[in-house]
Protein backbone atom coordinates (compact mmCIF):
# COMPACT_ATOMS: atom_id res chain seq x y z
CA UNK A 1 0.00 0.00 0.00
CA UNK A 2 1.47 3.45 -0.37
CA UNK A 3 2.74 5.15 2.62
CA UNK A 4 3.27 9.04 3.31
CA UNK A 5 5.94 9.71 5.94
CA UNK A 6 5.81 12.86 7.29
CA UNK A 7 8.86 15.27 9.13
CA UNK A 8 9.72 18.87 10.56
CA UNK A 9 7.30 19.56 13.47
CA UNK A 10 8.21 20.65 15.89
CA UNK A 11 7.81 23.88 18.53
CA UNK A 12 8.62 27.32 17.54
CA UNK A 13 7.77 31.11 18.94
CA UNK A 14 5.78 33.36 17.56
CA UNK A 15 7.00 34.65 14.44
CA UNK A 16 9.48 31.38 14.13
CA UNK A 17 9.46 29.27 10.93
CA UNK A 18 8.83 25.32 10.19
CA UNK A 19 9.50 23.00 7.13
CA UNK A 20 7.50 20.06 6.88
CA UNK A 21 8.58 17.47 4.74
CA UNK A 22 6.35 14.55 3.18
CA UNK A 23 7.42 11.68 1.11
CA UNK A 24 5.34 9.15 -0.55
CA UNK A 25 6.26 5.53 -1.47
CA UNK A 26 4.25 5.89 -4.61
CA UNK A 27 1.56 8.79 -6.16
CA UNK A 28 -0.33 5.53 -7.33
CA UNK A 29 -1.70 7.89 -10.29
CA UNK A 30 0.09 10.66 -12.61
CA UNK A 31 -2.86 12.29 -12.09
CA UNK A 32 -2.32 13.51 -7.86
CA UNK A 33 -2.70 16.18 -5.92
CA UNK A 34 -0.17 16.44 -2.63
CA UNK A 35 -1.88 18.44 0.19
CA UNK A 36 -1.41 18.99 4.21
CA UNK A 37 -4.26 19.43 6.42
CA UNK A 38 -4.49 20.20 10.10
CA UNK A 39 -6.61 19.35 12.64
CA UNK A 40 -6.32 20.94 16.73
CA UNK A 41 -8.42 19.97 19.25
CA UNK A 42 -12.39 20.17 19.18
CA UNK A 43 -11.89 21.23 15.40
CA UNK A 44 -12.52 19.63 11.94
CA UNK A 45 -9.58 19.09 9.91
CA UNK A 46 -9.36 21.50 7.88
CA UNK A 47 -7.29 21.64 3.91
CA UNK A 48 -4.28 24.25 4.79
CA UNK A 49 -2.38 24.00 0.95
CA UNK A 50 -2.63 21.22 -1.81
CA UNK A 51 -0.38 21.66 -5.25
CA UNK A 52 -1.24 19.17 -8.42
CA UNK A 53 1.46 17.55 -10.47
CA UNK A 54 1.70 20.16 -12.80
CA UNK A 55 2.09 22.90 -9.86
CA UNK A 56 -1.01 24.33 -9.15
CA UNK A 57 -1.67 25.61 -5.86
CA UNK A 58 -4.45 26.52 -3.19
CA UNK A 59 -4.09 27.66 0.07
CA UNK A 60 -6.38 28.40 3.11
CA UNK A 61 -6.80 31.98 3.69
CA UNK A 62 -5.33 32.56 7.35
CA UNK A 63 -1.78 30.68 5.32
CA UNK A 64 -1.54 32.95 2.16
CA UNK A 65 1.66 35.14 2.37
CA UNK A 66 3.11 33.00 5.11
CA UNK A 67 3.23 29.00 4.23
CA UNK A 68 4.08 28.02 0.57
CA UNK A 69 3.86 24.91 -0.54
CA UNK A 70 6.25 23.13 -3.09
CA UNK A 71 6.54 19.59 -4.59
CA UNK A 72 9.71 17.53 -5.71
CA UNK A 73 7.92 14.96 -8.09
CA UNK A 74 11.30 12.87 -8.80
CA UNK A 75 11.40 12.48 -5.28
CA UNK A 76 7.01 11.73 -4.25
CA UNK A 77 8.03 14.44 -1.98
CA UNK A 78 6.00 17.73 -1.02
CA UNK A 79 7.05 20.48 1.76
CA UNK A 80 5.57 22.92 3.46
CA UNK A 81 7.51 26.09 4.08
CA UNK A 82 5.81 28.32 7.47
CA UNK A 83 6.75 31.08 8.27
CA UNK A 84 5.82 33.67 10.18
CA UNK A 85 3.89 31.47 12.40
CA UNK A 86 1.43 32.32 14.96
CA UNK A 87 -0.19 30.33 18.35
CA UNK A 88 -3.57 29.09 15.86
CA UNK A 89 -1.35 27.71 13.48
CA UNK A 90 -0.70 24.97 16.48
CA UNK A 91 -2.28 22.01 15.32
CA UNK A 92 -1.31 18.37 14.32
CA UNK A 93 -0.56 18.21 10.49
CA UNK A 94 -1.17 15.78 8.08
CA UNK A 95 0.02 14.63 4.99
CA UNK A 96 -2.24 13.55 2.43
CA UNK A 97 -2.35 12.31 -1.07
CA UNK A 98 -5.27 11.85 -4.05
CA UNK A 99 -5.21 9.81 -6.54
CA UNK A 100 -7.87 9.47 -9.33
CA UNK A 101 -7.67 6.73 -11.37
CA UNK A 102 -10.73 6.70 -14.23
CA UNK A 103 -13.66 7.41 -11.96
CA UNK A 104 -12.25 7.07 -8.66
CA UNK A 105 -10.57 9.27 -6.38
CA UNK A 106 -8.47 7.52 -3.50
CA UNK A 107 -7.29 9.00 -0.18
CA UNK A 108 -3.86 8.49 1.27
CA UNK A 109 -2.98 10.34 5.14
CA UNK A 110 0.27 10.10 6.61
CA UNK A 111 0.16 9.73 10.77
CA UNK A 112 0.66 13.35 11.64
CA UNK A 113 3.03 15.66 12.66
CA UNK A 114 3.09 18.46 15.70
CA UNK A 115 3.20 21.98 15.14
CA UNK A 116 3.34 23.79 18.12
CA UNK A 117 3.92 28.07 18.24
CA UNK A 118 3.84 29.88 21.56
CA UNK A 119 3.85 33.07 22.42
Known amino acids: QVQLVESGGGQVQTGGSLRLSCTAS????????LGWYRQSPGKERELVAS???????TYEDSVKGRFSISRDNAKNTVYLQMNNLKPEDTAVYFC?????????????WGQGTQVTVSS
Open 51 to 57: ISRDGST
Open 26 to 33: KLVSSNNV
Open 96 to 108: NLKARILQTTSNY
